[in-house]
């Protein structure tokens, strides 16, 4: 399972919305499922000077799925409509983490810190 994390700005909302159902054609027809998302911020909480209004969790069956998702949207043209119905977009892949395991076990036992 792999995850990918969408942060952005929506600055074409029928243009992104008409990206997102084709999007997610492909998306779903691979296995994979969008897990939560987000928009209009009650507060910001740090800045980088870009204020993204939106977020995405999209989770995939592995990367090859994901691989496979980015290929057929290239080919379709998706990308480029992505692109211009959003500004400041980060796009990053993510393994699963289990965060509860994590802070439980002890350091020093074989465990990898994220990042």
């Known amino acids: 399972m792999i995850y990918a994390l969408n942060l952005f700005t929506m600055t074409g909302e029928e243009d992104y919305r008409d990206y997102n159902l084709k999007a997610g054609r492909i998306i779903y027809g691979l296995g994979g499922k969008v897990v939560v998302s987000g928009w209009k911020p009650v507060r ?39 692109e211009g119905s959003t500004a400041d977009y980060i796009w990053t892949l993510c393994e699963p983490w289990d965060l509860k395991q994590w802070v439980r076990e002890k350091p020093g036992r074989d465990q990898k810190s994220p990042g």
């Open 44 to 82: 910001y909480m740090s800045d980088d000077g870009r204020r993204r209004s939106c977020f995405i969790v999209v989770e995939f069956p592995d990367e090859a799925a994901f691989d496979e998702f980015y290929r057929k949207a290239g080919e379709t043209g998706l990308h480029g409509q992505r």
